[in-house]
C-alpha cells in the first residue's frame, strides 16, 4: 500500500495511520516527492513527473500491484496511476482529492472563495509577497488543518507542529507548483477508471471545494462519497483513525 501526501505535507503526515495499520500486516510504502520533506526538488521542473516517479518507486520495489492511498495533491497522482496503468493498481482510496485537469467549466457549479476561505487566502498571498514565512503558515494551518469555517487551532499540539514543520520545509524549497505536472486531464475520463475507488473527504475543507469532491464521486459512479465528520483537508494528520477505517474497507473490498 502506498500512501501519497498532501501538497501541503510530507510523508510524515503518514506516520500516525502507518502506527495505526501496522497490526494488519500491510506493507506501507510513504515517500517524499520530489521538494517535499527530505527529497530535493528537481533543477528543472519539467524534467520530470510525479507519476513517472511513482512508476519508478513502485519498479524500484518490486510491486507489480499495490492498493494506492492519496490525500488532496496525493489524491490525483493516485487517480493518474489508475487511469494511465490500472494493472498496478488493485484499488484507490481518495481523502479530499485533487484531479489532474480539474475545471468549473464543465460543471453546473462554479468555484468561488467562501466568506471564510476568501479572507485566508488573501492573507496568504499577501504574506507570501512580503516573504513572511510565519504568517504564511499560519494562515495555511487555518485554511487547511483547522477548516477555514472552524476556529484558528482546532487542531492542536503533536498535528500542528507537524504541519508548520513540514510546511516551514516546503516554504524554504520554494518549489513550483506545477512541477512534476503530467499534463494529463484525468478529470473528463474519471469514468473509465475501472479499479475500486473510495473516495472521502471532511465536512471542515474548503466550501467551495467539496461540491468538487462530490462531482468526483459521482463522475467516479463507484458510489457515494464518505463525508468524514468534525475534520478539514487533512483527516490522517489530525484523526488518523477514519483513515484507518476507509483503507481496511478498501482492503476488504474485491479487488
Known amino acids: 500500500m502506498v500512501l501519497l501526501h498532501a501538497g501541503v505535507a510530507d510523508r510524515r503526515s503518514w506516520s500516525a495511520l502507518g502506527d495505526l ?68 493498481v488493485a484499488g484507490v482510496v481518495l481523502v479530499g482529492a485533487a484531479v489532474s485537469g480539474m475545471t468549473d467549466e464543465d460543471t453546473p457549479f462554479d468555484w468561488a472563495p467562501d466568506p471564510a476561505s476568501g479572507p485566508l487566502m488573501e ?38 507542529v507537524l504541519f508548520e514543520q513540514m510546511n516551514q520545509q516546503i516554504l524554504a524549497v520554494g518549489a513550483a507548483d506545477d512541477a512534476g505536472d503530467a499534463g494529463l486531464q484525468t478529470w473528463r475520463t474519471l469514468d473509465a477508471i475501472g479499479v475500486p475507488v473510495l473516495a472521502a473527504w471532511g465536512d471542515l475543507d474548503i466550501p467551495a471545494d467539496l461540491p468538487f469532491y462530490e462531482e468526483t464521486a459521482r463522475r467516479l ?35
Open 123 to 160: 492573507a496568504l498571498e499577501a504574506a507570501k509577497d512580503r516573504a513572511d514565512s510565519r504568517a504564511q503558515i499560519r494562515a495555511l494551518a487555518h485554511l487547511w488543518l483547522d477548516g477555514p469555517t472552524a476556529p484558528e487551532g482546532r487542531v492542536s499540539g503533536a498535528p500542528r
Open 21 to 88: 495499520l501496522a497490526p494488519d500486516g500491510l506493507d506501507l510504502v510513504s515517500y517524499d516527492r520530489r521538494g517535499f520533506g527530505q527529497t530535493p526538488a528537481a533543477a528543472d521542473g519539467g524534467s520530470f513527473t510525479h507519476l513517472g516517479d511513482l512508476t519508478a518507486l513502485l519498479d524500484a520495489l518490486g510491486v507489480s500491484r499495490a492498493y494506492v492511498v492519496g490525500n488532496s495533491m496525493g489524491g490525483a497522482l493516485a487517480l493518474d496511476l489508475a487511469a494511465t496503468a490500472p494493472d498496478r
Open 221 to 255: 459512479g463507484q458510489g457515494p462519497g464518505r463525508v468524514l465528520p468534525g475534520v478539514a483537508h487533512l483527516p490522517g494528520l489530525e484523526r488518523p483513525e477514519l483513515v484507518a477505517q476507509l483503507v481496511r474497507e478498501a482492503v476488504g473490498s474485491p479487488a
